[in-house]
């Protein structure tokens, strides 16, 4: 049997189980969220003014929208990218959204600032402490959604696993956004997404190795 007669017949029966899978995906995805969820209430915590910036401040919100606008289409890509023949390419377009809206925001903000409080905003003391905590609370989607990419037959094992990882700091830097106490967008868009690109890295390392078949 060939390659290309291997890979239709695991098409074939991807296609026979996609509930299955998928609905293996989404229950790792939901357990891995709430068992970073429960890390983040245990050991790290939302901001003391949560409710009333929430309320008052379009960047705190903001973050949401961007971090937000990240997951919804990784998770999409899990989906496709779990079965050999996935069409990731169609769900590749909305992954630009959220950066494009997050240009825009950075753009707008570093017009109505003075440049050296661009400067001093962006390089805020807890970059570092921005960029652990996503990969911190990354660890636990990551290896759920790695799971049950593992129970599909990626296609492109590199991509899956990057996939995995974009999906699991995107959530992770959910979470992390409700903690942090910076808001500006000049912040968040340099910052978080060093964190998901680093967690995404790995992740494509990992799934190079570990979701080939």
Same mark, same amino acid.
């Given at each position: 049997?060939?390659?290309?007669?291997?890979?239709?017949?695991?098409?074939?029966?991807?296609?026979?189980?996609?509930?299955?899978?998928?609905?293996?995906?989404?229950?790792?995805?939901?357990?891995? #969220? !709430? $068992?970073? %969820?429960? =890390?983040? /209430?245990?050991?790290?915590?939302? +901001?003391?003014?949560?409710?009333?910036?929430?309320?008052?401040?379009?960047?705190?919100?903001?973050?949401?929208?961007?971090?937000?606008?990240?997951?919804?289409?990784?998770?999409?890509?899990?989906?496709?990218?779990?079965?050999?023949?996935?069409?990731?390419?169609?769900?590749?377009?909305?992954?630009?959204?959220?950066?494009?809206?997050?240009?825009?925001?950075?753009?707008?903000?570093?017009?109505?600032?003075?440049?050296?409080?661009?400067?001093?905003?962006?390089?805020?003391?807890?970059?570092?402490?921005?960029?652990?905590?996503?990969? #911190? !609370? $990354?660890? %636990?989607? =990551?290896? /759920?959604?790695?799971?049950?990419? +593992?129970?599909?037959?990626?296609?492109?094992?590199?991509?899956?696993?990057?996939?995995?990882?974009?999906?699991?700091?995107?959530?992770?830097?959910?979470?992390?956004?409700?903690?942090?106490?910076?808001?500006?967008?000049?912040?968040?868009?340099?910052?978080?997404?060093?964190?998901?690109?680093?967690?995404?890295?790995?992740?494509?390392?990992?799934?190079?190795?570990?979701?080939?078949?």
């Amino acid at each position: 049997m060939n390659t290309d007669n291997f890979i239709s017949m695991l098409a074939v029966d991807a296609s026979d189980r996609e509930r299955p899978i998928e609905r293996t995906l989404l229950l790792m995805l939901v357990f891995g #969220v !709430l $068992a970073s %969820a429960v =890390f983040f /209430a245990w050991q790290i915590g939302t +901001r003391p003014d949560v409710m009333t910036v929430a309320m008052q401040s379009w960047e705190f919100v903001f973050k949401f929208v961007v971090t937000l606008g990240v997951a919804i289409p990784a998770y999409l890509l899990a989906r496709q990218a779990m079965r050999p023949d996935g069409n990731v390419t169609s769900v590749v377009p909305l992954l630009f959204v959220a950066p494009v809206m997050l240009a825009i925001a950075m753009g707008y903000t570093a017009m109505n600032m003075p440049s050296e409080t661009v400067v001093s905003t962006v390089m805020a003391p807890n970059w570092s402490k921005c960029v652990s905590l996503i990969a #911190v !609370l $990354a660890v %636990a989607p =990551f290896a /759920a959604l790695f799971y049950a990419m +593992r129970q599909g037959a990626p296609a492109n094992p590199a991509l899956a696993g990057a996939i995995c990882g974009l999906l699991s700091a995107a959530i992770a830097a959910t979470l992390y956004a409700s903690h942090c106490d910076m808001d500006s967008p000049l912040f968040v868009g340099v910052w978080y997404p060093v964190g998901i690109a680093a967690v995404t890295a790995i992740g494509a390392v990992a799934g190079s190795r570990l979701l080939r078949w």
